[in-house]
């Protein structure tokens, strides 16, 4: 936000430069003392303005297994999975994004969630590469089309960073799949032509990996369609590459007004970058959501989710998904059982605040949509009484006279 200028002031020129020294700090970003520590080593000769600058971030990406070792010490499985990796979801790290990893634990959560590991090649039963059956219902290139008022607009097939349990692991970082303004255009015109569409999810790939001007004349273009009420965008940029958002990014997310779900997965993702980042949304009147994977080994853990639920609502991001992880194809190896996310649930609703207790949901393979899953807190019926137990585990009666919620439970004595 620009400080006001006052005309009566505006020759007077102290005030103008202790209002530009305002503006830069305002637009300056941060570097926490680990990632300065890694550009220190790392990137003798770089500036902290290059390496806060996103496009800086994005040239240097990690990308192969001869630049990550200079960073890393590799187990033998990531380095001979990484050396026989092909094809689509290939290696992508940010320098930010490896700055915070563990550079002599393999095992560590945000590492194993961005470095191949041989088990991304064992493909078990009931696996698919479209496990949402999302290809089935492409209407036009990039659009998908599976419930009547809603679309998923892919932007874009590119990532700052690859993550490994990727969804759309098929069509992310290369392959068949080309995006391109005219193929948005051809989706644009799909829904214009739809009036039934009022709500429309950008993703990708990373919607906020493409350049500002591309993003404002998506935006533009959409928000012309009349019928199409709410726009939604699907990121993990403010986490992986929190530089990305720039005030002239914020500018253009001013100007077009939609909804983000950033993609958060670990406590450790919440550096002062992020911070940074979720601050310039959400002063920006960007409502924020976020969305997570529950991951084996990763976050399947009460303590570990409760503190990242707790530092995204400090940092006014509303927990909104917890995600059974997707049977997409090599993904067995970060799948809990879905008893796991219940378990979780159930250590978090009534031991915190409810809004730091996302829905846990199972996207349905095939196309089913996303089905929420809730610990049962029903424990009966007592003739007129419905009886419900709380997190606690203590008993207690709902007068209930016309239901019958509850009549199918044998009741075990009381
Ligand atoms: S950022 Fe999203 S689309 Fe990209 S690899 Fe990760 S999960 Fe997939």
Redesign the pocket.
Known sequence: MEPPTLASESNFSPLLTVQKKIVRAQHRFPISNCSKTFLRRFYPGVTTSEWNDWRWQLQNRVRNLKSLTRFLQLSEDEQSAIARHEGT?PLGVTPYYLSLFDEHNSAQGIRRTHIPVNDEYLYTPGEEKDPLGEDGHMVVPGLVHRYPDRVLFLTTGF?????R?????RM??GGEYTFAISQWEQAACYIESHPEIRDCLL????PLTVLDDKLDWLLTRLRAIPHLEFIRI???VPV?LPQRITPSLIKVLKKHKPWMSL?FTHPDELTPEVQESCRRLADAGIPLGSQTVLLKGINDDVSILKKLFHSLLKNRVRPYYLYQCDPVQGSSHFRTSVEKGLEIIKGLRGHTTGYAVPTFVIDAPGGGGKIPLLPDYIVGRDGDDLLLTNYEGGIYRYPDPDGKVGQDKELKSL
């Open positions: 979801l990532c700052s960073t690859y993550c349990y990727c969804t759309r692991s992310v970082g993703s990708g790939g990373d699907g990121t993990k992986v993609h």
